[in-house]
């Protein structure tokens, strides 16, 4: 295996194309978002005493995930980790969201988009919309996994997610940020392997941030991965190339298959498999009144890969599957990989669909030895 070239780097990696969303903006929205059942933690609250400590993690109250939009928040309710975003309602990533978490899309097994538990705007600032969305652990690959068949798993649901986006025209999708110091977009909730959460500015402990926090040494088996953000997304009829394209530029309205109309109507209520008693707050948008399969139309990904497409897949080779080969275990472990990444990386790339299968094939082809022996 070789090292990252300067071009498979700027493959890779995209600059984060908006600003910070600023800390005075989260301190003017602490009274607004707690009236909707979410509490910012106290540093936050207008007036607050709250002086940063002189040492440690907690030098900077940036929640770890720093997603430059985002911030963490407690659900009043239930006490739950949740993490809140501000996207512009006009923005395509937000289009999109709405559009893959109506009810005919939401359901769909490979279906990845992050889960939205909330959505609402402030009636003051139309323009902005705020989501709200399970917590997702900073990086997916922590705490380590335990076993090859976990590492399978992880890559089986990512291509799942990939192959599902570019069957509905959605692409780059895998980008990793500068400024996100290289976190990878596909997570979990980390409750599913933190189930006592944790501390934000310092998840080692829990959150009443004197007993350290535990975790647990398995993946379950129905954990669930997701994107964190689809913020560099564009639909495929963009003929501008990933080096130059605007993901804010292009909306849902500027490709001829949709009209403005169509998106005056695409607010959404999301379905959640969360009891609605559990909820602290209701989404305010009415419910989808056609097929959200209208809005992104199928396509069964069987024609030969789109040069967004073989990005993606080359993305998911250089920092997922390098990752293990190189640098998780030894390379003898992984080097039933070596047919898949020749496939995705030579001169007649497979498209997502038959990576997904190819990935599934050589997954099952390993013996229950080498499915669940731990790592070294």
Not at 94 to 110: F, K, Y
Not at 199 to 206: G, L, M, N, R, S
Not at 234 to 263: F, H, M, R, Y
Not at 271 to 299: G, N, R
Request: aromatic letters at 10%; one cysteine or more.
């Amino acid at each position: 295996m070789k090292e990252h070239t300067r071009q498979e780097d700027h493959i890779i990696h995209k600059p984060w194309p908006d600003p910070v969303v600023p800390d005075r903006d989260w301190m003017v929205h602490y009274d607004f978002l707690l009236a909707r059942g979410f509490a910012l933690r106290d540093h936050w609250r207008p007036g607050s005493s709250t002086t940063l400590p002189s040492s440690g993690l907690k030098t900077s109250l940036r929640h770890i995930v720093n997603l430059p939009d985002s911030m963490d928040a407690k659900e009043v309710n239930t006490g739950r980790l949740v993490l809140i975003r501000q996207l512009q309602t006009s923005s395509l990533e937000m289009q999109l969201l709405d559009a893959l978490s109506s009810e005919d899309l939401r359901g769909h097994p490979h279906n990845h988009c992050c889960p939205i538990l909330s959505r609402f705007s402030d009636p003051n600032e139309p323009a902005t919309t705020f989501i709200v969305i399970p917590y997702p652990h900073h990086s997916p690959f922590l705490p380590s996994f335990h076993s090859i068949n976990e590492v399978m798993e992880y890559g089986k649901q990512l291509l799942e997610g990939i192959a599902f986006l570019h069957s509905r025209n959605i692409a780059h999708v895998l980008p990793i940020s500068w400024e996100l110091h290289h976190r990878f977009p596909f997570s979990y909730n980390h409750v599913e392997m933190y189930p006592d959460s944790y501390d934000v500015p310092e998840p080692k402990y829990c959150p009443d941030r004197h007993n350290p926090c535990r975790h647990l040494s398995k993946r379950p088996k129905d954990v669930f991965y997701f994107f964190t953000h689809l913020h560099f997304a564009i639909l495929q009829g963009n003929t501008c190339p990933p080096e130059v394209s605007d993901s804010d530029a292009e909306t849902l309205s500027d490709t001829p298959e949709t009209s403005a109309a169509t998106l005056v109507t695409a607010a959404t209520l999301v379905k959640s498999d969360t009891d609605p008693s559990q909820l602290s707050t209701a989404v305010d948008e009415p419910a989808i009144p056609y097929s959200t399969s209208d809005l992104l139309p199928l396509h069964e990904n069987d024609d030969s890969p789109t040069p967004a497409m073989i990005n993606d897949l080359q993305r998911f080779v250089y920092v997922f599957v390098r990752q293990f080969w190189e640098k998780g275990w030894t390379n003898k472990k992984f080097a039933f990989l070596q047919e898949f990444e020749d496939q995705v990386l030579g001169p007649d790339p497979l498209n997502a669909k038959k990576a997904l299968a190819l990935w599934s094939t050589l997954h099952q082809r390993l013996s229950f030895f080498q499915r669940y022996v731990r790592r070294p």
